[in-house]
Protein backbone atom coordinates (compact mmCIF):
# COMPACT_ATOMS: atom_id res chain seq x y z
CA UNK A 1 0.00 0.00 0.00
CA UNK A 2 1.16 3.51 -0.92
CA UNK A 3 -0.27 6.34 1.09
CA UNK A 4 0.85 9.99 -0.27
CA UNK A 5 0.34 13.11 1.38
CA UNK A 6 1.62 16.40 1.88
CA UNK A 7 -0.22 18.15 -1.16
CA UNK A 8 -2.30 21.35 -1.46
CA UNK A 9 -1.86 25.17 -2.88
CA UNK A 10 0.88 26.83 -3.07
CA UNK A 11 1.95 30.52 -4.64
CA UNK A 12 4.59 30.07 -7.52
CA UNK A 13 7.70 30.49 -6.44
CA UNK A 14 7.00 28.27 -3.44
CA UNK A 15 8.24 24.59 -1.61
CA UNK A 16 6.00 21.81 -0.40
CA UNK A 17 7.32 17.91 0.63
CA UNK A 18 5.48 15.10 -0.83
CA UNK A 19 5.08 12.06 1.80
CA UNK A 20 4.38 8.53 0.48
CA UNK A 21 4.08 5.76 3.36
CA UNK A 22 4.64 2.61 1.92
CA UNK A 23 3.59 -0.74 3.74
CA UNK A 24 3.07 -4.57 2.57
CA UNK A 25 5.92 -5.34 0.98
CA UNK A 26 10.26 -4.91 1.10
CA UNK A 27 10.58 -1.12 0.62
CA UNK A 28 13.85 -1.43 0.85
CA UNK A 29 14.49 -3.28 -2.22
CA UNK A 30 12.07 -2.15 -4.40
CA UNK A 31 12.77 0.94 -6.69
CA UNK A 32 10.32 4.23 -5.79
CA UNK A 33 9.49 7.16 -7.95
CA UNK A 34 6.79 9.89 -8.31
CA UNK A 35 4.67 10.30 -11.01
CA UNK A 36 2.32 13.26 -11.99
CA UNK A 37 -0.81 13.85 -14.32
CA UNK A 38 -2.71 16.94 -15.17
CA UNK A 39 -6.05 17.27 -16.56
CA UNK A 40 -6.16 16.16 -19.92
CA UNK A 41 -2.92 15.09 -19.97
CA UNK A 42 -0.39 11.61 -19.63
CA UNK A 43 1.02 10.53 -16.73
CA UNK A 44 4.81 11.71 -17.19
CA UNK A 45 7.71 10.69 -14.30
CA UNK A 46 8.85 13.04 -11.89
CA UNK A 47 11.69 11.56 -10.32
CA UNK A 48 12.90 7.99 -9.85
CA UNK A 49 15.10 6.66 -7.10
CA UNK A 50 16.64 3.03 -6.89
CA UNK A 51 16.93 1.24 -3.46
CA UNK A 52 19.08 2.31 -1.34
CA UNK A 53 19.01 5.42 -3.11
CA UNK A 54 22.03 4.12 -4.89
CA UNK A 55 20.83 6.41 -8.14
CA UNK A 56 18.02 8.98 -9.14
CA UNK A 57 17.08 10.33 -12.17
CA UNK A 58 14.73 13.16 -13.08
CA UNK A 59 12.18 14.73 -15.71
CA UNK A 60 14.12 17.41 -17.30
CA UNK A 61 11.76 20.01 -16.13
CA UNK A 62 12.00 20.05 -12.80
CA UNK A 63 16.12 19.41 -12.77
CA UNK A 64 17.60 21.68 -9.86
CA UNK A 65 14.13 21.93 -8.22
CA UNK A 66 12.99 19.02 -7.06
CA UNK A 67 14.88 16.22 -4.95
CA UNK A 68 13.79 12.81 -4.24
CA UNK A 69 14.78 10.92 -1.24
CA UNK A 70 13.80 7.77 0.90
CA UNK A 71 14.08 6.83 4.58
CA UNK A 72 13.94 3.28 4.20
CA UNK A 73 14.07 3.01 8.29
CA UNK A 74 10.48 4.58 7.91
CA UNK A 75 9.54 3.30 4.77
CA UNK A 76 8.62 6.38 3.19
CA UNK A 77 9.20 8.11 0.26
CA UNK A 78 9.60 11.96 -0.21
CA UNK A 79 9.68 14.23 -3.04
CA UNK A 80 10.81 18.40 -2.29
CA UNK A 81 9.54 20.66 -4.23
CA UNK A 82 11.25 23.96 -4.37
CA UNK A 83 10.64 26.97 -6.73
CA UNK A 84 7.37 25.85 -7.75
CA UNK A 85 5.70 26.99 -11.02
CA UNK A 86 2.43 26.91 -12.09
CA UNK A 87 2.96 24.02 -14.81
CA UNK A 88 4.00 22.07 -11.90
CA UNK A 89 0.28 22.03 -11.16
CA UNK A 90 -0.97 18.09 -11.38
CA UNK A 91 -1.74 14.79 -9.13
CA UNK A 92 1.20 13.30 -8.31
CA UNK A 93 1.18 9.66 -7.33
CA UNK A 94 4.12 7.53 -5.81
CA UNK A 95 5.06 4.63 -7.48
CA UNK A 96 7.00 0.96 -6.56
CA UNK A 97 8.22 -1.79 -8.73
CA UNK A 98 9.76 -4.79 -7.30
CA UNK A 99 11.01 -8.35 -7.89
CA UNK A 100 8.36 -10.85 -6.07
CA UNK A 101 9.26 -15.25 -7.05
CA UNK A 102 10.40 -13.88 -9.99
CA UNK A 103 7.35 -11.71 -11.32
CA UNK A 104 7.41 -8.04 -11.38
CA UNK A 105 5.42 -6.16 -9.40
CA UNK A 106 4.12 -2.27 -9.80
CA UNK A 107 1.78 -0.51 -7.06
CA UNK A 108 0.96 3.28 -7.19
CA UNK A 109 -0.82 5.39 -4.74
CA UNK A 110 -4.16 7.26 -4.61
CA UNK A 111 -1.73 10.77 -5.54
CA UNK A 112 -2.28 13.68 -4.05
CA UNK A 113 -3.37 17.03 -5.45
CA UNK A 114 -0.04 19.69 -6.47
CA UNK A 115 -1.30 23.62 -6.76
CA UNK A 116 0.69 26.22 -7.86
CA UNK A 117 -1.46 29.19 -8.41
CA UNK A 118 -1.62 33.09 -7.67
Known amino acids: QLVESGGGLVQPGGSLRLSCRASGFNFGRSLMAWWRQDLGQGRELVAQITKGGESTIYHDSVKGRFTISRDDAEHTLYLQMNSLKPEDTARYYC?????????????WGQGTQVTVSL
Open 95 to 107: YTFYMENDRGEVY
